[in-house]
């Protein structure tokens, strides 16, 4: 009976173990399971950081790779050194208009000046003519009714819808003594090589001097002084009328067939080590809603000789052949005549007529002078 129940026990016992062993195994191949979706898991989670890591390099690789804005371009296509261009404001919607917004004289984003000032309502024209009329100069000029008669054309303007060109053609063949070249015609740009007589510049540049030169302002009336503009510049009140300087200013009104009523305060400039003046306009869309109405005229004479490894070169962006880069080296009496509004429509910018100033190279000075001309009689207490 011992024996019988011994071997009826061994049984029992061996189940037991058996039982404990298998559910020792069911907790390795669980613990064993759950490490290697542990495993699979971080594998999985490095590869996708890795890959992200290369579509970001290859993202930056692209933008790299994108050809330079315009201002770059411009720049290099003459001799001197390149301006590095300011970075870019994120550009507008493409091709999709404003609805409830034509015709209201202002701006519906905060983006639209520095928009505008890139060339945006150019290239743009559906959404930004709508909803950044301001910047655009879209206030006025939207009908031509305005500007029929008077002076050049009427309507209190002094240049009519459709006169620019014949005033051109005018100064082309009527004041050959100026000795004038035609550099473009559309848009137009005329070059004066005998403007000024060396007395004339040398008096305008003792006046600067007298006067004392400031650094530029970015706008007329501005307090801004900043890095997109560098050259020295002053105010001359009353160069118009004097003896030494008179008729640099009855010639211009000549030219232009302005009267001298609408011509604001001559500007004085100097460049020295370096200095320059970046892309811009000068037409000023606030201008546009003043009394004075917009400058449809730019005069800039030069007052001294710069030779061409001096750099400090006018150039337009877009007035060359094919629309390239157009570059003005200074001379001694030199003067380019431009407008700075359309022909069609002569209270609406321009946007062809962007220019810069290039650096000027070390131990090399600059003396010009600009002359912004009105399209109604100019008061300085407007804008």
């Not at 009140?237 to 004097?242: D, E, F, I």
């Amino acid at each position: 009976m011992a024996y019988t129940s011994a071997t009826k026990r061994r049984p029992t016992g061996g189940k037991g173990k058996s039982s404990s062993d298998a559910t020792t195994r069911r907790r390795a191949a669980n613990e064993l399971n759950t490490s290697l979706s542990r495993g699979k898991l971080l594998f999985v989670t490095l590869w996708l950081f890795l890959i992200g890591g290369v579509l970001a390099a290859l993202v930056m690789g692209l933008r790299s790779a994108r050809p330079s804005e315009p201002e770059d371009q411009a720049i290099q296509a003459v001799p001197g050194q390149a301006i590095q261009a300011a970075p870019a404001a994120v550009p507008p919607p493409e091709d999709t208009a404003v609805k409830g917004t034509t015709g209201e004289c202002i701006d519906h984003n905060d983006q639209c000046s520095e928009w505008a000032s890139v060339g945006q309502c150019h290239r743009n024209p559906a959404y930004m003519h709508a909803a950044c009329a301001k910047s655009c100069g879209r206030c006025l000029g939207s009908t031509v009714d305005d500007a029929a008669g008077g002076v050049g054309g009427g309507g209190g303007l002094a240049v009519g819808a459709g006169k620019l060109e014949g005033i051109f053609q005018r100064a082309l063949a009527d004041f050959s003594e100026l000795q004038p070249t035609l550099l473009s015609s559309d848009p137009w740009v005329l070059q004066f090589d005998a403007f000024a007589s060396e007395a004339e510049t040398e008096a305008l540049i003792r006046l600067g001097e007298e006067l004392g030169f400031e650094p530029s302002q970015l706008e007329e009336g501005s307090s801004r002084v900043e890095a997109w503009r560098t050259s020295s510049s002053t105010t001359c009140v009353g160069c118009h009328s004097r003896p030494d300087v008179q008729q640099v200013f009855t010639r211009a009104s000549n030219v232009t067939t302005v009267p001298l009523k609408n011509f604001e305060h001559a500007q004085l400039l100097k460049y020295t080590d370096g200095q320059y003046y970046k892309s811009h306009l000068d037409y000023i869309s606030e201008h546009a809603q003043s009394s004075n109405g917009p400058r449809i005229f730019s005069l800039l004479l030069y007052l001294n000789d710069l030779t061409a490894d001096a750099a400090g070169a006018t150039v337009f962006k877009y007035a060359g052949k094919d629309r390239k880069p157009l570059a003005v080296q200074p001379q001694r009496g030199r003067a380019i005549l431009w407008p700075n509004v359309l022909d069609e429509r002569p209270l609406d910018r321009d946007e062809r007529m962007f220019h810069l100033s290039l650096p000027l190279r070390p131990g090399h000075t600059k003396y010009a002078m600009n002359q912004w001309i009105r399209q109604r009689r100019y008061s300085p207490r407007a804008p």
